[in-house]
C-alpha cells in the first residue's frame, strides 16, 4: 500500500472532519430532510390553523405559507413512481405515501393546485394495497372503499403488534378525510387506551403494558381524538375516558420538553398537535408549543428533518472515529471543550418524561432527547479518548457504565431505552448495541470500583452468550438502528457484523482470536470485485458500508491471505472516492423510529475517517 497516498487521504478527511465543528466546538450534523415528516408538519399545521382561535396579538405567526411551502416541497420530490419515501434518495413505501397523499386532502383546495401529484400517488397506493384496488365482490362495497380497507390492511401489517405508529398513520388519514366521513371513517382507527396514562408510571412496568414510555404521547393525543370522534358504546368505558381526559392531558403537558418537540421528533409532535386540533384542543399549550417547534424547526426549502439533530451521537462517532490521533489534531483546548460539553449533556436526575435513571446521554443536546444505550455507550468510549483520569470524568464514567448495567435484559443483551419483554422493538435486545455496550464496559474496566467490576464481568459473560444466540447461521448480526433498504426484511448485516466484531477486536487485542471468526469470513464474501461493501449481498455500495467493514477488518492485526488482500483493495475504493471528492455523498442507511430511513450528512465523513485511522494503525504496525 502507497503509505504517502494513504496519508494524504486521511489528512484531507480528518480536516474536513474537523472543520464540520460548529462556533461550539462540538459537532452537530444534518440530517436528511424527510417526506413523512414534511406531510404530519403540514397536517398538524393546517388542522391547528383552522381550528385555533384568532388572537390579532399571539405570537405564533400564520402557519399558512409554511403550509403552502411544504405541499410545494412534497409536490417536487414526489418519486417517478408516484410514491414518496422517507427521504429523496429512499424507495417509496406504504406509510410515507399514505401520509403524503393524506397531507393533500388535508389541505383545502391542494388537490385541485396539485392534481398530478394527488393522481400519481393514489395510483401508487391502489398499486401497492394489498388486493390492487379490485372490487369486493362479497359484499359489493364501491372500489375505492375497498382500496381504503386494503391501504389500512397493509399499514397495520407493516407495523405487525406495535401499534405506535400504524394508529397514528390512520388517525392522520381521519383527520384529512382520506378515510371517509363522520363515524364511518373513525371506525377504521383502533382506539388507543389513552386512560392508562392516569396511572401512576411504575404501572406501566407492573402490568407489562404494550406501550412504553416514549410513546405515551402519542398514546394521549391520538386516543382522546379517536374517543372525541368515536366514543365506546360501553357506557362505564366511555365515562371512565371521559374522566381521564383532563388528567391525561395534564401529563401530556407535563412531558413536554420546553421547547416542545416529543423526542424532538417532527412526526411524534406533529401526530401529537393534530390530534390536539381535530379533537377540540387546539388552544391548548401543549398545541401551541407544537406549532411553536414545528414552525421553528421548518427549512428554508419548505421541508422538515425526521427530528432536529443528532448532535451527541455525531459528535462521539467523530472523536471516536479520530481515536488516538485526537491528541495530534485538536489541542488540548479544543478537546477540552468537547470533554466539558459531553459531560454536561449527561443526565444527572430521573428523566421527568421517562424516568429514566441518572446517568445516561441520549442522541442529542436539546431537551427532547431521552437516555439511551446507544448513545451511552458512544459517550463512554468518546469520554476514554478524552480524558480517562480526571476524577470528574471517572465519576461520570462509573455512573455511564452502572446506567448500562441496570438495562441489561434478562437474555443477556442490551435494548434501547428500558428493560423489556420483547414485545416493542426498542425493548427487545439488540446485538449492536449490545456489543457497544461491551466496548464500554471493557474501556473502563480498569477505573471501575471493585464491585462495579464484578458487576461488569457478570454482565459480559450474559451479553456475550447473547450474542451467540443472536448470531445467523451465515455468521451475522443484525442490527436495530441501521438498515439498508436493498435487503430483505431492510436489514443491514454488514454495520449488525461490524459492530460485534469490533466489540471482539476490542475484548481480543491480543491473542487476536475471532480473527478467522464466521462474521468476519462473511464480510469477506461479500465485497464487491470492486472493493466496496453494501448493506448485505444487495444494492449499490455505500461510503458508509465500505468504511465500516474496512475499519472492522483492519482492526484484527493478524492480516495474512485474503484479509490483507480485501483491506488493500477496500482502502483503494476509498482513497478513489475521497481523491475524486465523491466520498461524502451520504446513503439512507440510517433508522429512526418504526422503520422511518434517514441519512446524515457526516456519517460517510465519520466512517471514513474512522476506517483510515485503523489502516493507518495496521500499516504502523507491519512496519
Known sequence: ??????????????????????????????????????????????????????????????????????LQWLAEHQNPDGGWGD?????????????????????PGAEANWPQTVQRAEAWLAEHSSAEGQEDQSNAQPKAQFAIDSLISVIIARYGKDRTFSVPILTMCALAGRLGEGKAAWRRVIQL??????????????????????????????????????????????????????????????????????????????????????????????????????????????????????ATWVTTLAVNALGPSIHEVMSAEERGRIL????????????????????????TDLPGGVPDADDTAGALLALKQLDDRSPRVREAAIA???????LQNRDGGIPTFCRGWTNLPFDRSSPDITAHALRA??????????????QTNSASVKALRFLKTAQHEDGTWLPLW?????????????????????????????????????????????QRTDGSWSGGVKGGSSVEETSLATGTLALFSKQTGESANSIRHATDWLLRRIENDTWTQP?????????????????????????????ARLEQTEK
Open 1 to 70: 500500500m502507497d503509505r504517502a497516498r494513504l496519508e494524504r487521504a486521511l489528512a484531507k478527511a480528518r480536516a474536513a472532519l474537523l472543520a464540520e465543528r460548529g462556533p461550539h466546538g462540538h459537532w452537530e450534523g444534518e440530517l436528511s430532510s424527510s417526506a413523512l415528516s414534511t406531510a404530519t408538519a403540514v397536517t398538524a399545521l393546517e388542522l391547528w390553523q383552522r381550528h385555533a382561535k384568532p388572537e390579532p396579538q399571539s405570537p405564533i405567526p400564520n402557519p399558512q405559507s409554511a403550509i403552502t411551502s411544504g
Open 87 to 107: 427521504t429523496v434518495l429512499s424507495f417509496s413505501n406504504i406509510s410515507t405515501t399514505a401520509l403524503g397523499w393524506a397531507a393533500f386532502g388535508a389541505v
Open 193 to 310: 387506551p389513552f386512560e392508562l396514562a392516569a396511572l401512576p408510571h411504575k404501572f406501566f412496568a407492573a402490568l407489562r403494558l404494550p406501550v412504553v414510555s416514549y410513546a405515551l404521547p402519542a398514546l394521549i393525543a391520538i386516543g382522546q381524538v379517536r374517543h372525541h370522534h368515536l366514543p365506546t358504546r360501553n357506557p362505564l368505558t366511555r365515562l371512565l375516558r371521559d374522566r381521564a381526559r383532563a388528567k391525561t392531558l395534564r401529563v401530556l403537558e407535563r412531558i413536554q420538553p420546553p421547547g416542545g418537540g416529543f423526542l424532538e421528533a417532527t412526526p411524534l409532535t406533529s401526530f401529537v398537535t393534530m390530534s390536539l386540533a381535530g379533537s377540540g384542543q387546539a388552544d391548548h399549550p401543549v398545541a401551541h408549543r407544537g406549532v411553536e417547534f414545528l414552525l421553528k424547526s421548518m427549512r428554508p426549502d419548505g421541508s422538515w428533518p425526521i427530528d432536529t439533530n443528532l
Open 340 to 363: 466539558d460539553w459531553l459531560l454536561a449533556q449527561q443526565y444527572r436526575t430521573v428523566h421527568p418524561y421517562t424516568k429514566a435513571a441518572p446517568g445516561g446521554w441520549a442522541w
Open 400 to 406: 455511564g457504565v452502572k446506567w448500562l448495567l441496570d
Open 441 to 454: 464496559w471493557f474501556a473502563w474496566q480498569r477505573e471501575l470500583p471493585p464491585t462495579t467490576l464484578s
Open 482 to 526: 441501521f438498515g439498508n433498504q436493498s435487503e430483505s426484511d431492510d436489514g443491514n448485516p454488514t454495520y449488525g457484523t461490524t459492530q460485534v466484531q469490533r466489540a471482539f477486536a476490542d475484548l481480543h487485542a491480543k491473542d487476536h482470536s475471532h480473527a478467522d471468526s464466521p462474521g468476519l469470513m462473511w464480510l469477506l464474501s461479500v
Open 587 to 615: 446513503a439512507p442507511i440510517g433508522f429512526y423510529f418504526a422503520k422511518l430511513w434517514y441519512y446524515e450528512r457526516l456519517y460517510p465523513m465519520v466512517f471514513t475517517v474512522a476506517a483510515l485511522e485503523a489502516v
